[in-house]
């Protein structure tokens, strides 16, 4: 995997989500390039993510494996 900056513009879909949301709610999607997601490691069964808001922010990432011991 090449680790350089890659740049893309986007638009964000804003959308009622539905079921027992109250009036007003809002929900937001981006699509990501699928190049992008694959390059990162995520794939249907491992598709779990961490997402950060920092300085205005959106940072997205591949969610570590949880570790599951019962010790």
Do not use: C, F
């Amino acid at each position: 995997m090449e680790d350089k900056n890659k740049k893309r513009r986007a638009k964000v879909r804003l959308h009622n989500p539905g079921g027992n949301s109250g009036p007003g709610a809002l929900q937001a999607n981006v699509i990501l390039p699928i190049t992008w997601v694959r390059e990162m490691g995520i794939t249907k069964e491992e598709r779990e993510v961490t997402l950060e808001y920092k300085n205005k922010r959106i940072i997205i990432k591949k969610a570590e494996p949880e570790n599951n011991s019962s010790n």
